[in-house]
Structure formats: C-alpha cells, structure tokens
C-alpha cells in the first residue's frame, strides 16, 4: 500500500503562482507514475499533469504552457513529485488530487484546494 500526502494548494489572484507537492510512502518501490488530477464543484475529475519513473510527462491542453510537473524525487523512504502553477486563472479553482500508480494498483490522496480570485 502506498500512502500518498498532498500540499500547497491555497487562495491566489489570477495570474499569480503556486506549488503543490506530493508525497508518497509505504510501498513505493513499485511506483510506475505520478501524477496530479483536478476536480471542479459540478464537474468530473480531470488529469492535469502526469510523470513516469523515467520522465516522461503528460499535460491536459488547458494547461500546457502553465503548468510543469517535475520528475519524481526518491529518497529511501519516500517518493516526492511537484507542481508548478504559474499563470493562474480562475477556472483553474479545483480540488487537485494526487494519484500514484504501480502495476495494477492506484493509490490517491485527499486533495489539496485551489481558488483563484478574479
């Protein structure tokens, strides 16, 4: 099992920035991906940004440009991955979700909030 830590999230003005982290313990040998997901009020949850153990990455359109997920950090008894927001915009206001993947398990943490003021 893998427990997984969400931090970051906060109130900021359009146009501002933030950085959300992740962290992931327990398990974490077997980590394939991480990555962030987002969850407006009334809406579906949607991928935002997602990175693989050897780096690749993933974006939704809406936020190329904006948004950077870093590669996975390790240490010996946690695996850490960050996202950085810049060029906030109001409809990014969401609950942001971190999801780590190994072989056929998904482990997610609680959520982190994210408001951004017009």
């Known amino acids: 099992q893998v427990q997984v830590v969400e931090s970051g999230g906060g109130l900021v003005q359009a146009g501002g920035s933030l950085r959300l982290s992740c962290a992931a313990s327990?398990?974490?040998?077997?980590?394939?991906?991480m990555g962030w997901y987002r969850q407006a009020p009334g809406k579906q949850r949607e991928l935002v940004a997602t990175?693989?153990?050897?780096?690749?990455?993933?974006?939704?359109d809406s936020v190329k440009g904006r948004f950077t997920i870093s590669t996975i950090s390790r240490d010996k008894v946690k695996n850490t991955v960050y996202l950085q927001m810049n060029s906030l915009k109001p409809e990014d206001t969401a609950v942001y979700y971190c999801?780590?993947?190994?072989?056929?398990?998904?482990?997610w943490g609680q959520g982190t909030q994210v408001t951004v003021s017009s």
């Open positions: 999801r780590v993947t190994r072989a056929a398990y998904e482990d």
């Open positions: 327990g398990s974490i040998f077997s980590i394939n991906t």
């Open positions: 990175v693989t153990r050897v780096g690749s990455t993933n974006y939704a």
